[in-house]
């Protein structure tokens, strides 16, 4: 039971940072520090990944008529022609970026993933992540009031424009704390993608990258679980699943009006914060 009430926590720790720009993967590491799950160190790396499968599931539920292709009604064409279904051309296209975005993190992560996670994956790389990205949330949020957005859509953004989303990406792939979504949105920003549409496109770009990090881990692991070790994953995902609803509600309603500043101030006190509390107790 106190496994399980565990996993609860994390999954809350989830479904609140996988989508706020602070960085989930950070204070996942962070929250393992503190509480540790009483699993196998290979449950453990598995769990802290698939977990975000919850996450995920809440963007699918909330998005599904911007990122389903597939359209089962009826169409008619000039000629009046009934035509029982269709696919919508731009979604279909939106997917395509996406992939194209995908690229240059699944490059890495083939090549070099397990030697990036056993190099960068501790409280040190995630607490100066945390700070540098914060001071960089402001800096791009001040200087972008002086702009006018160039992208305002997701039919607007580019392939071009999608790629080099993909390699501020790669960024947050590579060092923990730098944020996922923090990144993307970031690049999206200094690449003149509104507010809205920069968040938009990074919750969309989660969806394979989320799914093939969860099944690549799976693989590694193996579906051969224990009671409690599918309890505690069950759990864990669940929670995401939930808070993870309530959050992105929560900002895509926040950024109409409100920048991302607060975030980086919130980044950079708890890296400072984390700092001086693994020098002072270690």
């Known amino acids: 039971m106190l496994e399980i009430l565990k996993s609860l926590l994390f999954g809350i720790v989830e479904g609140i940072t996988e989508w706020l720009p602070v960085s989930s993967t950070g204070h996942m590491i962070l929250f393992d520090e503190f509480v540790q799950l009483n699993m196998s160190a290979a449950f453990k790396e598995m769990y802290l990944v698939v977990i975000q499968l919850g996450a995920i599931l809440a963007v699918v539920l909330l998005f599904w008529d911007q990122i389903w292709p597939f359209q089962s009604g009826a169409k008619y064409d000039g000629s009046n022609k009934v035509l029982p279904g269709w ?25 070099a993933g397990d030697y990036l996670e056993a190099l960068f994956y501790n409280y040190k790389t995630v607490s100066i992540m945390l700070i540098v990205v914060g001071i960089l949330f402001i800096i791009v949020e001040d200087w972008n009031k002086k702009r006018t957005a160039k992208i305002t859509s997701i039919a607007d953004i580019t392939y071009q424009t999608a790629f ?20 993307t949105i970031i690049g999206g920003l200094i690449l003149g993608l509104s507010r809205q549409i920069a968040a938009e496109f990074t919750f969309y770009l989660a969806i394979p990258v989320m799914f093939g990090a969860s099944l690549i881990k799976l693989l590694k692991f193996g579906f051969h679980f224990t009671a ?6 069950a759990v864990g995902m669940i929670a995401a699943f939930l808070v993870s609803v309530v959050v992105i509600r929560f ?15 919130y980044r950079i006190v708890l890296g400072v914060v984390v700092l001086a509390s693994f020098a002072f107790f270690l």
């Open 87 to 111: 696919i919508k051309e731009n979604i279909f296209v939106m997917w395509l970026k996406i992939v194209v975005a995908c690229v240059p993190a699944v490059i890495i992560e083939l090549a």
């Open 164 to 183: 080099l989303i993909g390699v501020f990406q790669l960024i947050a792939a590579v060092f923990p704390g730098t944020s996922r979504s923090g990144a």
């Open 228 to 233: 409690l070790e599918a309890g505690v994953l």
């Open 251 to 265: 900002l895509m309603g926040y950024i109409k009006k409100h920048d991302f500043k607060v975030f980086g101030w």
